[in-house]
């Protein structure tokens, strides 16, 4: 038997007036999926446990079928899994994210006001290129040197930094997609050992504001990525492996770093595709390919597809382009995923079983995640009609009429598994 996991980052939603009171997954055209939900049984999945971040950290590693309660340590140091950073047990990760700041609603203004006088205007620079963000965040950290502090360029808005011997573990630190729109000195990383952290978030909007990247992407009419922001930070994690949990080897495929960072902890291969961005114009067809190939040439028993564009396009507020992006993810995804699953069921017998959900909502409305429980559901290319939901599409109201009810979501490998045992 083979496994298939689809994550659309973000994906779940509330009610949206413009939309007649419709959520996203309500409207989106996306006949694959919904054939699954038709053919398959859902549920619902809480993948945030009580009083912990809606962050994707949090709810992917719920997917993956860790605890977040049990094996989280912070977002950050995945990502350093992922991009090679090796950590010492008194190292500290932070997400450095590259954002724009600016007066407010004039992200293309170069102000002469000083960082903590302007607001948080765009926690991705407009999607910024991973070149260009790599030449301001190396930038960034020459111009900054301090003992004790490094930096290490990652993709498109999404880098990295070091402390050594845990400074600001215990600083407040906000994540800047959830402030959009909000003061840059309301937000600041505060208590404990923050100080330097501050500083060179201020510091590095003099630095960036007029670096020539930058006038060329305000040029362009593209937000720039002129300061630098810190959040998420954590030690080195340890999880359980994989194939030692649950008995099966496999692979993760994703654009994101933090993604990468859970398969490869958890024991799992990382598959780059190129061209994969984190964003609607990702390589699709690039994922659907490596994710066939891990399965047939490679024989492994599961691989994880992970979709950012869902989640990012909630982030902008942006309705029409999350349509989109979920409605890519159905055509470009699922579709050929469910045509592989019953191709090889007709030529071979094979039998392949595909989850998909969202790790956790990014309601339009808020432009941030949320904690709510989010629909899921759980096709067999076997098509046993009589064990299906009496369902007809997939969305947040008709996932609560499934079989499988409210599960906690570290509970679905074991679910997925279960005629195995």
Known sequence: MKYIVIIGDGMADLPIEGLGNKTILDVAHKPNIDYMAKMG??????????????????????????????YYTGRSPLEAVSMGVTMKDSD???????????????????????????????????HITTEEAKELIEFVADELKAEGFSFTPGVSYRHLLITENNYGKESVCIPPHDVIGQSVSDNLPSGAESEKLREMILKSYELLKRHPINLKRIEEGKNPGNCIWFWGQGNAPNFTNFFKKYGKNGSVISAVDLLKGIGISAGLNSIDVEGATGFIDTNYEGKVSAAINALKENDEDIVFIHVEAPDECGHMGDCKLKIKSVEDLDEKVAGPLLKYAKEEKEKSGQITKILIMPDHPTPIRYRTHTSDPVPFLIYSSEENKNEADDIEAYNETEATKGYYKTVFAPDLMDIMFENEK
Do not use: Q, W
Not at 96 to 122: M, Q, R, V, W, Y
């Open 41 to 70: 049984r859902s549920g619902i999945a809480k993948t945030v446990p009580d009083g912990m971040p809606p962050g994707s950290d949090v709810a992917n590693m719920a997917i993956f079928g860790y605890d977040p309660e049990k």
């Open 92 to 126: 500290l990760a932070f997400r450095c994210n590259l954002i724009t700041i600016g007066e407010s609603g004039s992200p293309l203004k170069i102000s002469d006001l000083p960082a903590e006088k302007l607001n948080i205007l765009d926690h991705g620079s407009g």
